[in-house]
């Protein structure tokens, strides 16, 4: 069955980076992009940005500009988010999506809550 | 750019039909046919359960249903049952070419 698998937990201190990982199984993976979208504790969720398996574009939500890099490994079928600078309200649980249509993300991966505390 | 606007909670009793709306602008909701709605339990994944304002993914029970109206999307579940108590957010697309989530609306099935 299609599935996206994410890496475990993460606990960083401000100022550090973090970079989470979406394995993809089930489908052909250079034919659909992933997106990523995160939710703050008690929050809604915000989407971060996209990026096409096929060819490595993406598409940045502004207010991550420059914090954020979106990257594929065709080869592992493997998205990865690479979030830097982190702050206290980057403390989130963050999922990858595929984008299996013009803005509709199906399946989810089961989230990777990342911790930002000194 | 601020969420869609969704109610923040809303509950109905088992049998019951509920209504979810979700409301943006014509550069959003009113702009693009590319309304989703997502069904989220506690400490869980977000599930599609509506793509293309009105269609339902395979496996999601036809007690499910979008509709839009102007600039105001809606989700309604007919027939409600325990299990559908969850937390359901829209998205739409937008006119920067990106999604844009509602803030998220409590279902409680009493």
């Known amino acids: 069955q299609v599935q996206l698998v994410q890496s475990g937990a993460e606990v960083k201190k401000p100022g550090a980076s973090v970079k989470v990982s979406c394995k993809a199984s089930?489908?052909?993976?250079?034919?659909?992009?992933i997106s990523w979208v995160r939710q703050a504790p008690g929050q809604g969720l915000e989407w971060m940005g996209w990026?096409?398996?096929?060819?490595?574009?993406?598409n940045y939500a502004q207010k991550l500009q420059g914090r954020v890099t979106m990257t594929t490994d065709t080869s592992t079928s493997t998205a990865y988010m690479e979030l830097r600078s982190l702050r206290s309200d980057d403390t989130a649980v963050y999922y990858c999506?595929?984008?299996?249509?013009?803005?509709?993300?199906?399946?989810w991966g089961q989230g990777t809550p990342v911790t930002v505390s000194s | 750019q601020s969420a869609l606007t969704q109610p923040a909670s809303v509950s109905g009793s088992p049998g019951q039909s509920i209504t979810i709306s979700c409301t943006g602008s014509?550069?959003?909701?009113?702009?693009?046919?590319?309304v989703s709605w997502y069904q989220q339990h506690p400490g869980k994944a977000p599930k599609l359960m509506i793509y293309?304002?009105?269609n339902r993914p395979s496996g999601v029970p036809d007690r499910f249903s979008g509709s839009k109206s102007g600039n105001t999307a809606s989700l309604t579940i007919s027939g409600l049952q325990a299990e559908d108590e969850a937390d359901y957010y829209c998205?739409?697309?937008?006119?920067?070419?990106?999604?844009?989530f509602g803030g998220g609306t409590k279902l409680t099935v009493l």
């Open positions: 990026i096409s398996a096929y060819n490595g574009n993406t």
């Open positions: 998205s739409s697309y937008t006119s920067s070419s990106t999604p844009l």
């Open positions: 293309d304002v009105n």
């Open positions: 014509s550069s959003d909701v009113g702009g693009y046919k590319y």
């Open positions: 999506a595929r984008e299996y249509g013009v803005n509709w993300f199906d399946p």
């Open positions: 089930g489908y052909t993976f250079i034919s659909y992009g």
